[in-house]
């Protein structure tokens, strides 16, 4: 405070103070700024971004030990935000994802339960409406609803077509842990980034985002179940983050501007990626089904794969395409051994020969050390600029000289050191692969 007492916001232009309070966010930090300053308080009531959390609120409300608690409601404090707010709001973000917040309330259930109330599903048509039904539905630009799955897993929620017929000027959406409907969506001209999160849907509710969301640029389906054979079908797409809950039988991409996709699935029997423009494929696979068609990769340049189907996996994307980069990793349930078991060492080096740039991750370095000790023929003729490698924690200088053998001259070596490693450790790998190997332009790193 200032030293007259005075309230040290008074000097603030009311836009800058609103947007302070903006970057706060929070529904509970804005009240308390509100308390605190007249200016702030004024300011409040043009603020465009809010952030609503139902643990927030029933901390904030509940009763002392032994006191009954009283329940926030979240729903109707979003539907209060959104009118005291109207057409400044610009951005809301709604959290009922951890319930209350309190283990021994109520409302709290075992994970995979049911709960047959209703006062935290938020994706519910009443909930919705309550908020985008008013004057800042228009206004928003982005919204953000995490719903209470024991709530919200059993019932379809009409959170979308509401959403669309209301919030027509949206154009960042992101919903968390609910069953969705489509019946009545609208086409939403403006939505640029969508992210399903944790939610149901059907194959024909997929194709119905497709029909109505034409403009997505970025996408993003992290858990999205009940699918069987899921298509993605925008001509705009530029990024894509699709993580596969379950197993379909098909997977297929037709995204004539995708540049980005980072892909984790299971097995698909069928993967059709009919992605022309695409630069970056990062993909986590178990393994590949028998019908993969990719022949829309011609501008693919950087590839990261995680799987033990290593030898498919680089047939089908890295032959006949000029690959740049390249970063391998394992699963983590990787066993000593299975590389090897799973591609022989030899193959690896040719095609690192190959690559300009290689990183190897954690696990994959791990293994692939294990896997030179028995490898017989290492020589090629190499083009590789950049190699990036992890050590695990070692007691003894790794035998690694059949990897180093094929670097180009000037080859850019990065060796990453684990945080565990030894002093020792560090000084006797840096002095003996140096000396061995001076042509290398060495650094050094760790890595936790």
Request: charged share 25%.
């Amino acid at each position: 405070m200032s030293g007259d007492g005075g309230d040290p916001f008074d000097s603030l232009p009311p836009a800058i103070a609103a947007d302070v309070l903006a970057l706060v966010a929070d529904a509970a930090d804005i009240g308390a700024c509100r308390l605190a300053s007249r200016a702030l308080l004024a300011a409040s009531y043009a603020c465009s971004r809010v952030r609503l959390r139902a643990a927030a609120l029933a901390r904030r409300r509940g009763g002392g030990r032994g006191e009954p608690r009283r329940r926030p409601a979240i729903r109707a404090a979003a539907g209060n935000v959104a009118s005291l707010l109207g057409p400044h709001l610009r951005s809301l973000e709604l959290d009922a994802s951890e319930g209350w917040g309190h283990p021994d309330d109520a409302t709290w259930v075992e994970e995979g339960e049911f709960d047959e109330g209703d006062d935290l599903h938020l994706t519910a048509r009443e909930t919705v409406v309550a908020w985008a039904g008013t004057a800042a539905g228009p206004a928003l630009r982005a919204v953000d609803v995490a719903d209470y799955w024991p709530q919200s897993c059993w019932r379809k929620a009409e959170a979308l077509p509401v959403i669309s017929h209301f919030c027509s000027n949206l154009m960042k959406l992101r919903l968390k842990n609910a069953w969705l409907s489509v019946d009545g969506l609208r086409i939403m001209p403006n939505l640029t980034h969508l992210t399903l999160e944790f939610i149901r849907l059907d194959d024909e509710d997929l194709n119905k985002l497709n029909e109505c969301f034409p403009c997505l640029q970025i996408l993003n389906l992290i858990g999205v179940g009940g699918l069987k054979d899921p298509k993605i079908c925008l001509h705009q797409l530029n990024t894509c983050h699709w993580e596969v809950s379950n197993v379909p039988r098909s997977l297929t991409i037709h995204a004539p501007n995708l540049v980005h996709l980072e892909l984790k699935c299971v097995r698909p029997d069928m993967l059709i990626l009919d992605t022309p423009s695409m630069s970056t494929l990062k993909l986590t696979m178990d393994k590949l089904g028998p019908n993969a068609i990719v022949d829309g990769l011609a501008s693919l340049k950087n590839l990261r794969v995680e799987s033990l189907d290593l030898k498919s996996l680089l047939q089908v994307f890295i032959d006949n395409r000029d690959i740049t980069t390249l970063e391998l990793e394992l699963p983590a349930s990787t066993k000593d051994y299975e590389l090897f078991e799973a591609v022989k060492p030899e193959y690896l080096l040719q095609l690192f020969a190959s690559i300009s740039e290689v990183k190897l991750a954690p696990r994959f370095s791990r293994e692939m050390m294990r896997c030179l000790i028995l490898c017989t023929i290492n020589h090629f003729r190499s083009r590789s600029r950049r190699l990036l490698l992890h050590l695990p924690p070692v007691k003894d200088v790794p035998l690694l000289a059949p990897l180093f053998e094929n670097c180009a001259p000037s080859c850019e070596v990065t060796i990453l050191f684990h945080a565990d490693s030894s002093d020792d450790i560090r000084r006797a790998v840096a002095s003996i692969w140096t000396q061995r190997f001076p042509e290398i332009i060495w650094q050094w790193g760790t890595w936790n």
